[in-house]
């Protein structure tokens, strides 16, 4: 057994949570479910980032106080959490004290670095973003992902010596036997990294004077870290940093970090420097999947098209939500969701093409054997074709999803529900049940082995249907059997009456 430690990123509370945010904790549930379902020590951690100017003022607007207005969007988090049947481990939200505390720990450590100084900053600021912009970064002036424009900011601040750090992340990045080694994925996304930090880095500002809306430095509590130090640090303070050293050894370095390319910067060059400026070893891996359009447009609150998780759960339920969003583009680049052919989707790969499947299997077998599942009779060709792509199925998912591809995950195993759907019409069971009853008891066996296989794999991605699956072919699903060919028991029954996996949708 080994230790897995994985992330989303923790969003930020000044809205509630869009399809978005659901995507990458999404992805992250099916990581967690498929590692627990190998033995692993899973902790999967996601959260809420409840500090800085964004969220201050998000409330404000609202008058309320910081405070009372977080508790409120938090709710709306772990309920969507919940309506998607995410599994995550622990909810951190920075606002606990916990959480407070670790920072303040981390703060005191690192000030004893020698890293640390006190400066006056004064550049350019974009609130939505939380970040400081270099003029050449503004397109026409404006931040690039809001189209707004940056204040003008000028504090007296204290200062992180980022700058020192270039070669030992460069080395870091680069050799997988440096002790502080952690990757960066996709290779595109490192080439950016490695390249943006071949240009230099610059010291950076993490506190602020102005924000009393954030955690006081205890060396000075005239002002609080600054928001995305808080946020970063939560990874670690999740698991104990500062206040239980057990069960920091026990999970820490974070094995995956998951998140998008807006923030990949931040995972990847200020987050590892800042553990080794504090003698902590970085995460081993930060993954920055792409981002989507909906519809082909960015969402955004002023175009009205922001898709919060409920509107897919709600048509889709929780288990279509997931597979429509992980299934329309692969992971690692951006993407569209496109809404308008979700319906068709839904009703083509799950309600037709798995749905049917495990109906037809389920309804034949009661006709044909009043509900027992046969011992195989004669075999032929065509039963070794789909045995042989059920059996492969396992190790290519996992092949899959050890390099985090989604998509390309469901679709080997769309195609063998395809191939069993095939199987079914080419053998023709009910002609066979007139026919030839031996050979009717082969192709009984192969379809609901072959279907057990792809409800086990479907377990990380679709938890309810496809225990819902197993439980319909007569297996338990909190023990499915092994994931090989001829696990199904040998005295196995089917349900008495199939119940649809995935209801049609009526389609306009
Ligand atoms: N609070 C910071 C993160 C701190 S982590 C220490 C933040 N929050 S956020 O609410 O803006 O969330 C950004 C993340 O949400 C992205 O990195 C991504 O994981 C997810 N996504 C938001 N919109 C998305 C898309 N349109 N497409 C894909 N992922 C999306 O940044």
Not at 226 to 231: E, F, N, S
Not at 336 to 362: E, I, K, P
Request: proline letters at 6%; one cysteine or more; a negative charge.
């Amino acid at each position: 057994m080994s230790k897995f430690y994985l992330t989303t990123p923790i969003y930020y509370v000044n809205d509630v949570p869009h399809i978005g945010h659901a995507y990458t904790t999404i992805a992250a549930d099916v990581l967690a479910r498929y590692h627990r379902g190998r033995g692993d020590d899973v902790f999967f951690l996601t959260g809420t980032d409840e500090h800085g100017a964004k969220v201050a003022e998000a409330a404000a607007a609202r008058g309320k106080s910081p405070k009372e207005f977080v508790d409120e969007i938090v709710g709306h988090f772990r309920a969507a959490w919940q309506q998607l049947d995410l599994s995550y481990d622990y909810f951190i939200r920075t606002s606990d004290e916990r959480h407070e505390h670790g920072v303040r720990t981390f703060f005191e450590r690192w000030e004893k670095s020698g890293d640390i100084y006190k400066g006056v900053y004064e550049g350019l600021y974009c609130v939505a973003c939380e970040r400081f912009y270099a003029e050449d970064e503004l397109v026409n002036g404006l931040c690039p992902d809001h189209g707004t424009p940056p204040i003008q900011y000028s504090e007296e601040n204290y200062f992180f010596r980022l700058s020192k750090y270039g070669d030992v992340l460069t080395r870091a990045i680069v050799d997988a036997d440096d002790p502080n080694h952690y990757e960066i994925e996709p290779a595109a996304r490192r080439n950016e990294v490695l390249g943006k930090l071949r240009l230099g880095l610059q010291d950076i500002s993490i506190s602020r004077a102005s924000l009393s809306w954030g955690v006081p430095l205890p060396f000075d509590p005239s002002h609080t870290a600054y928001v995305w130090i808080d946020a970063l640090l939560n990874y670690a303070t999740a698991v104990g940093y500062g206040d239980d050293p057990a069960q920091f050894s026990r999970y820490w370095p974070a094995d995956l970090h998951l998140l998008a390319k807006d923030i990949l910067w931040f995972h990847a060059i200020i987050w590892p420097a800042m553990l080794i400026s504090n003698g902590v070893r970085p995460p081993r891996k930060v993954y920055a999947h792409g981002f989507f359009t909906v519809n082909g447009q960015k969402m955004s609150k002023t175009r009205g098209n922001v898709i919060a998780p409920a509107q897919l759960v709600e048509r889709y339920g929780a288990d279509g939500a997931r597979y429509l969003l992980l299934s329309e583009f692969p992971f690692g680049t951006d993407g569209n969701v496109a809404l308008d052919s979700m319906d068709q989707r839904f009703n083509s790969d799950l309600a037709n093409d798995l749905g049917n499947l495990l109906n037809r299997t389920v309804s034949m077998v009661n006709r044909y054997h009043q509900g027992a599942v046969p011992p195989a009779g004669p075999v032929q060709p065509v039963d070794e074709e789909l045995r042989r792509a059920a059996e492969g199925l396992g190790p290519q998912v996992e092949r899959a999803l050890d390099r985090l591809e989604f998509s390309v995950a469901l679709e080997i195993t769309r195609a063998t529900v395809t191939a069993a759907n095939r199987y079914v019409d080419a053998t023709q069971p009910w002609a066979l049940a007139r026919t030839d009853r031996n050979r009717l008891a082969t192709v009984l066996r192969t379809l609901v082995e072959a279907e057990r296989l792809i409800a086990i794999e479907l377990m990380p991605f679709i938890p309810g249907s496809a225990r819902r699956m197993l439980e319909q072919l007569g297996v338990d699903p909190a023990n499915p059997g092994e994931r090989r060919w001829g696990a199904y028991p040998a005295d196995g029954r089917v349900v008495p009456k199939a119940t649809p996996l995935f209801p049609k949708l009526e389609v306009a």
